[in-house]
């Protein structure tokens, strides 16, 4: 093999990347995860041969074998990790591409992600709940469109099996969009949550929040959030007012995300937080607070 044509083989398995990362993220969660996949990948395949490579006819199609399976011993080794996590474990929120940096800073993670409904914080909670295998089905067949009969040589299944994975994965990702309100009545409610919230008015913020609402604040343990979630609409407008009461500095803007209008929280030119907000029957449902810097990494 010429120095020339290793060159041009080497750019284009490293041009995978992006892809890879994509598929990961999706996969795992967050983006250090999805990154740490993506190396063990390239592991894999560097530990080959020169003539093994070789016999390999699309490199991507392996690359993105070798990386579903990698996500899929994560996922099934995840539920440890999750056990010893501090407080409750979120997805890592990703902003959409108005955010991104200015051109030049095509090295940005921003980039090898594509930002669509599938990295949306409330679609990524559902994927969490899914088994390893079902989530790895759904991820490459709804997502990326591979056939299922390449999807049985990852996951070791019948492709059978997998149709009906991705069947019963696709069925709770509807239930779950089927409960998610309109594009404008989010738009409205998070307006009405946002005026509230400033004002300190705890009646108003009361009134836009589900009688059950539920908020979840993933600190990691690295910064302090509530190690529980909170529950009911009085107790959640409370937390919600006391932590901006705790940081007078704190400007709280919207921020437009996969999820719809959310919250990113600044202080001093740095986001410390963002809120991610599920809206059903005209009022908030879910909220979700980001403040683990680890899981922050798309934002600063």
């Not at 993933?218 to 009085?234: L, Y």
């Amino acid at each position: 093999m010429t120095i020339n044509s290793h060159h041009h083989e080497q750019d284009e398995i490293l041009g995978e990347r992006r892809h890879l990362i994509s598929l990961a993220f999706r996969m795992l969660g967050t983006m250090a995860d999805a990154e740490d996949a993506v190396q063990e990948t390239y592991i894999r395949w560097y530990r080959m041969s020169e003539s093994e490579r070789n016999e390999i006819l699309v490199p991507r199609a392996w690359l993105t074998r070798a990386a579903s399976r990698v996500c899929l011993n994560v996922l099934a080794s995840a539920h440890h990790r999750r056990e010893t996590y501090v407080g409750p474990w979120l997805p890592e929120p990703v902003p959409t591409q108005s955010f991104r940096p200015p051109t030049g800073a095509s090295t940005d993670p921003l980039e090898r992600v594509t930002l669509d409904e599938s990295v949306s914080t409330a679609l990524l909670v559902v994927l969490e709940s899914m088994t390893p295998a079902e989530r790895v089905a759904f991820v490459l067949h709804d997502v990326f469109a591979m056939p299922f009969d390449e999807i049985a040589e990852i996951v070791g299944r019948t492709p059978a099996a997998c149709r009906q994975l991705a069947t019963s994965a696709r069925r709770r990702v509807q239930q779950s969009r089927s409960r998610r309100a309109s594009h404008a009545e989010h738009e409205e409610v998070v307006k009405a949550f946002a005026a509230a919230a400033r004002a300190g008015d705890i009646a108003g913020l009361v009134r836009v929040l589900d009688p059950q609402v539920r908020l979840r604040s993933d600190g990691g343990g690295i910064v302090s959030a509530a190690r529980n979630p909170v529950v009911g609409n009085d107790k959640v407008a409370r937390f919600l007012l006391g932590t901006l009461h705790k940081h007078p500095d704190v400007v709280l803007l919207e921020q437009e995300m996969p999820d719809g209008t959310g919250f990113a929280m600044w202080d001093e030119g740095r986001i410390f937080g963002v809120v991610t907000l599920d809206v059903q029957n005209g009022v908030v449902s879910d909220v979700r607070m980001m403040m683990n810097p680890q899981k922050l990494t798309l934002w600063n």
